[in-house]
């Protein structure tokens, strides 16, 4: 019977395996060696790919411009579109950041602008796809998802409530379905509301409004208006909802106003809609609800935009100035008192604050304001 063959270098070897060990240790040094330098090449091309990437990368950033307007335009997508094109995971880890409270029930966290709640038809990122992210991260591998209380529209920032467990979510989503979660928002809005504080009570509907682009809106459904200087009551629309805004103005100027807003129902786009057409106040960037029949950017004073550092031409970068900063939480659970929960400003609210002249009331400000309004009811 013919002996095994062996070929190495080049060459048959016919033999019975003795003395193998031996050749396989004198041709395995080069090949090992060989492996080692490919292995050396292949690290220092993938470090020249990734360095030309970079420098690839750095060429093609765009240059700080040398045009004010240009400039102030780069900082607003800066502060508010940083987070909607990142990996899952990064937006995951931003999240972890900016948690306000955690206990064994719930985790509260500080939802960025332009982010939705839920996923639909050309959304890429949304908050509910990386809850399972968010819980692995605070909980270790084993944690189950979390779930979503409440939500809030794409455009606003602020509180927001999560739960660990499906029953505590339900729980806390009955709480504010029956009105026991205080609610409470700052606003800055176009011109000043008059009066300074008050209750707007109109019931709200959704309509097709006519005009260029056809669309839908949130639109008031009165049940009274002026006849002659008087008050007549008009048909009720068969699908208005009831809608009621607490608010109080906690800064003014001569054009624009910090105002705090409190929900007393949850109807879709509330308070954009009581601010624009009750009191003809609409929030700082609102390009929906500004005007009725467009859909267009909002459009500003020449002062207004001055102070903000714009043009008109730009005023579709201005994001909405709507922040959900507090929330009280009833007792709940093993908790025996109310949770109080406070979100700090985002960067380009504070900013537009600056440049418009309007001041941050202090907390003890903002608990005698809401004392007087409260004693003048």
Not at 2 to 14: D, E, F, T, Y
Request: some cysteine.
């Amino acid at each position: 019977m013919a002996a095994p063959r062996w070929r190495a270098s080049g060459l048959w070897i016919w033999g019975n395996g003795q003395g193998l060990e031996s050749l396989f240790s004198l041709v395995s040094k080069p090949f090992c060696s060989a492996a080692a330098a490919s292995t050396s090449v292949n690290a220092q091309r993938l470090a020249e790919r990734l360095r030309a990437q970079k420098r690839e990368q750095d060429t093609n950033k765009k240059p700080v411009s040398t045009n004010p307007v240009q400039r102030r335009v780069q900082e607003i997508v800066r502060f508010t579109r940083q987070l909607q094109r990142v990996h899952p995971n990064v937006l995951a880890k931003a999240l972890t950041r900016g948690i306000l409270h955690q206990d064994n029930n719930l985790v509260v966290i500080n939802k960025p602008y332009g982010l939705p709640v839920h996923g639909g038809p050309g959304v890429q990122l949304c908050i509910s796809d990386v809850l399972p992210i968010l819980a692995k991260m605070l909980h270790g591998h084993k944690a189950e998802p979390l779930h979503l209380c409440h939500r809030l529209d794409k455009e606003t920032t602020g509180v927001m409530v999560l739960a660990w467990d499906k029953d505590m979510a339900h729980q806390v989503q009955e709480l504010f379905r029956t009105r026991q979660v205080v609610k409470k928002y700052w606003a800055i809005t176009v011109r000043v509301p008059v009066p300074s504080a008050g209750v707007v009570d109109i019931p709200i509907v959704e309509k097709e409004a006519q005009g260029q682009q056809q669309h839908h809106k949130m639109t008031l459904s009165p049940s009274y208006r002026m006849d002659n200087g008087k008050m007549v009551k008009v048909r009720h629309s068969r699908n208005a909802q009831v809608a009621v805004t607490r608010y109080q103005v906690l800064s003014s100027t001569l054009s624009s106003a910090l105002v705090e807003l409190q929900p007393i129902t949850g109807i879709k786009h509330q308070l954009r809609v009581h601010l624009s057409f009750g009191l003809d106040c609409p929030i700082l960037g609102d390009h929906k609800y500004s005007d009725w029949n467009r859909l267009a950017p909002q459009k500003l004073s020449v002062g207004t935009l001055k102070k903000l550092g714009l043009e008109q031409s730009k005023a579709r970068y201005i994001p909405l100035h709507l922040h959900a900063q507090q929330l009280i939480l009833p007792a709940l659970g093993s908790r025996k008192e109310d949770l109080n929960l406070v979100c700090k400003l985002p960067r380009f609210f504070v900013c537009s604050l600056r440049r418009l002249g309007l001041e941050m009331p202090n907390q003890d400000q903002n608990e005698n304001n809401e004392a007087k309004h409260l004693g003048a009811q």
